[in-house]
């Protein structure tokens, strides 16, 4: 380039949109998965302030007709981490689908499916041992809700990266590829 020229690059390297799902049913699961997760964060505290100091005392003599004596032990251990972990993956969900973070959500989403396999084949649900599930779910839930967190700063979905410098701009604009058609050039 000489001087008095200014480069130019064509309107194909031009700095892409974020993807973002713009399809009603992305949207639609996206809004009931983190409903749901909110009413179940409700049910969770619910349970939570009605069964204070005792949580298992309370399950077992809100239900002593329908369950085994045995059925809530150990509860009182796990129910408090199970509502900590379950509440920062509620944020985790709000913010996802508030900046439109569908990778996020599906992240996320693995622990709960597989929280939910590990209950269903594991049980004898004529008596199940309660302190598995939730201890289960809890595991399940940290570590989808640790995963989301990195996902989140590693893939960067509206901010790319250059592979090579690091530079904001994505690879093509920050290395346009060798070719025969070179940017217009513009004399001053």
Do not use: Y
């Not at 399809?23 to 997760?37: A, C, D, K, M």
């Not at 408090?80 to 973070?101: G, K, T």
């Not at 302190?131 to 289960?136: D, N, T």
């Amino acid at each position: 380039m000489t001087a008095g020229t200014l480069t130019t690059r064509s309107a194909s390297m031009t700095r892409r949109e974020p993807a973002t799902s713009k399809s009603p049913v992305g949207g639609l699961f996206r809004t009931l998965l983190v409903g749901t997760l909110f009413v179940v964060w409700i049910g969770l505290s619910a349970l939570l302030l009605f069964g204070r100091p005792d949580l298992e005392g309370f399950l077992q003599m809100t239900f002593r007709h329908v369950s085994r004596p045995d059925a809530f032990e150990q509860i009182n251990g796990v129910a408090l981490q199970l509502w900590v972990v379950h509440s920062s993956l509620v944020l985790i969900a709000l913010a996802a689908a508030w900046f439109r973070r569908p990778d996020v959500i599906v992240v996320f989403e693995v622990g709960l499916v597989l929280a939910l396999v590990f209950a269903l084949i594991s049980q004898e649900w004529k008596d199940p041992n309660w302190f598995e599930i939730v201890a289960v779910t809890t595991i399940c839930e940290l570590v989808s809700a640790i995963v989301a967190v990195v996902c989140w700063h590693v893939v960067r979905v509206g901010n790319p990266r250059c592979c090579c410098c690091g530079s904001p701009d994505s690879p093509l604009e920050c290395h346009p590829p060798i070719s025969s058609d070179r940017p217009s050039e513009v004399h001053l």
